[in-house]
């Protein structure tokens, strides 16, 4: 997952049409209800939209492939491989494309898993489930470390994202009693700190 | 669904920083393998990505509620109530909400049902499915008409989106054998007419 948009914080405003140069103005436009950039000079509506983050679970036996992460956010923290979805590709090239950057592994797709709404940053993370091919693996340039896990193994203290932490914990629930459910829900900024 | 980056098209171009207004290059930045919007100026790289539909196929009893279109693209067509996802919501208050805005519905959702990855106009269209609440609906702005229609009263010949139509036939395939798999897929661009 490469730093995106704001480092993935959230989605950064438009000062300028990206079409034709001019200052933007905010105001609802015509046929809308909400609070658009808007170039009043060529006409452009300039929308932003959540993001989607794909990623997957490579299986190998009873272990998983988890990496360590070499680049901000949560550098040194274990994650699934998972990054945002390029133009032109489906979710499931994303997931395997993914693979290979940050692991230089090569998988197979056996299903969607998990697709969790992460509205405080903008973003949908989706994780599908995968059988790894080989062993032949190994960190590509956003990872330090890539390895494998068995369940008494995972790094819980010290996984990247709270979506990665979620999809796991279905994983081990769920891998008790096959087959596995899709599972959709929500992750939220968490509480903060009290002032009193 | 409202007409957006293009009409749904494809992705605009980028030819102006939207931070600082200054024009930009197309070139691979440093730790990526992929040619991107950048910014000498002020530094920003322009990451363009595929945008979520969110939708639902709104049950009432063996009638589902279907929005013929008011605007481009399709206008005239029928659609399942769906549209972009905004920033700050789940994927699952994107299906509420652009039900209540297409065919003031209310609606419960009862699961998620199809993921559509649209690589050709960098989309991924998603669909739940979902109980209708009441029979208290008309069409919203973008709509000219909202009705229920039975299995055998469905226009699959004026179905605005390819998506919805491949929704669909899942969902009366499914529905004779309960309960309802979540399916994905990919929906490509159709072949060109040959020149010969």
Redesign the interface.
Known sequence: M?P??NGGIG??P???????????VTRIPS????PRFVCDDCG?I???????VIGAIPEWGDKILLCKRA?EPRLGFWTLPAG??????????AALRETL?EANARIELTG?YT?L?V??V?Q?H?FYRARLLDLDFGPG?ESLEVALFAENEIPWDELAFRTVTTTLKHYYADRRQKPFP?H?G?VHAPPRPSKS
Chains 1, 2 share one sequence.
């Not at 438009?14 to 933007?24: A, E, I, Q, R």
């Not at 046929?31 to 909400?34: Q, R």
């Open positions: 490469r995106q948009d989605i950064r438009v000062n300028f049409c990206s079409n034709c140069g001019n200052k933007v046929g809308d209800d909400k452009t300039h929308y932003r939209n959540p993001l989607m680049i945002f979805m390029e133009l032109g590709e489906s979710t499931g090239q950057e969607l697709m709404s509205p405080h903008n949908v989706i340039m899709v959709t929500e």
